[in-house]
């Protein structure tokens, strides 16, 4: 009976491994489903900020706007005096934005940074454990020779192939709005007021209901304070306006008195801070219809607007 040669198998798998490796490494950077590599041709059809938002490096910007999706559906280009970058992250905390600013800022020449209530809910929205931006991104290796990263290379050319619509953000950095909430609301008066009030429910629930405020996250308000001002860039903080449904359904609850607590806490920090929270953007109209969450463009664009007027000194440099 022959002898099985282990060295000659191991040799085998070796090449056989590496040659998978070496194909699935090649697809992925051809098929680029990120664009981190810069080789999508096919159309961004996952989205990942996190990952891509190191684009700001190459767009060709002046000032920065950076906050949660609230912030992220808001068009750079509709906003005066300056050529901004949107920076935002959907669901982002103040330490993510703390890192991202920290890595990623160079010499502008106004910063916007919008604030939520919700990002201090540590219950829903986990403390981020990182040391540095790059902690939440992918190294070349781990996008190159990634699983998920090949799964996401197949999906992308198969909805490719299938001639379907890409959308993620815009080179600006604006995340692209779904619209399916506007679609999904029945045109019943009726029908849509208890279709809406029940997203209102959940919303709430999701995002202030037994809330576990985290203090450490204003620490990290405090150092993304210190960061600006060491470097000595102009910056403006802000609180998104609250829908007036979702206020009327916050005081009901016992997180009212922390988000009060929490009002007052930041205005010590930034004694010009641009509270929008109950306001004239609070009305239901200047939301997405199906969307008390987030407010719409006009929306976005007028009150920062409104900021940005008192920190345009050139209006030539647009």
Not at 75 to 96: G, H, I, K, Q
Not at 119 to 127: A, D, K, L
Not at 173 to 201: C, R, T, V
Request: hydrophobic share 35%; net charge neutral; aromatic share 18%.
């Amino acid at each position: 009976m022959p002898q099985f040669n282990y060295n000659k198998y191991f040799k085998t798998s070796v090449i056989i491994i590496s040659v998978f490796l070496l194909l699935a490494a090649f697809f992925n950077y051809i098929v680029d489903p990120y664009n981190l590599m810069g080789n999508n041709k096919t159309g961004i059809y996952f989205c990942d900020e996190r990952q891509a938002k190191d684009a700001i490096l190459k767009y060709v910007h002046q000032a920065v706007i950076i906050g949660s999706s609230k912030t992220g559906y808001i068009d750079p280009d509709a906003l005066s005096c300056y050529r901004f970058y949107n920076a935002s992250l959907r669901a982002t905390v103040p330490e993510e934005i703390f890192f991202y600013l920290k890595k990623y800022l160079r010499d502008e020449k106004l910063v916007l940074i919008g604030f939520d209530f919700y990002m201090f809910n540590e219950r829903q929205f986990p403390f981020v454990n990182i040391t540095d931006w790059d902690d939440v991104t992918y190294s070349v290796a781990e996008y190159l020779l990634g699983a998920n990263i090949l799964k996401l290379s197949w999906k992308t050319v198969e909805k490719w192939y299938k001639g379907e619509v890409s959308h993620c953000m815009k080179e600006n950095g604006q995340f692209i709005y779904p619209g399916d909430a506007q679609k999904s609301l029945s045109d019943d008066p009726q029908q849509y007021e208890k279709q809406y009030n029940d997203i209102l429910k959940g919303l709430v629930k999701h995002h202030y209901d037994k809330i576990s405020f985290s203090d450490r996250r204003m620490d990290y308000v405090r150092k993304i304070k210190e960061l600006l001002e060491e470097k000595n860039i102009p910056y403006a903080v802000f609180i998104n306006p609250k829908n007036s449904d979702v206020l009327i359904a916050l005081r009901q609850l016992e997180a009212y008195e922390l988000f009060v607590k929490w009002q007052k806490e930041m205005k010590t920090i930034f004694p010009n801070i641009y509270d929008f929270s109950s306001s004239k953007y609070s009305a239901r109209e200047g939301f997405y219809r199906g969307d008390p969450y987030h407010y719409n463009n006009a929306t976005g664009k007028a009150f920062l607007n409104e900021i940005i007027k008192d920190y345009c000194y050139d209006e030539s440099t647009r």
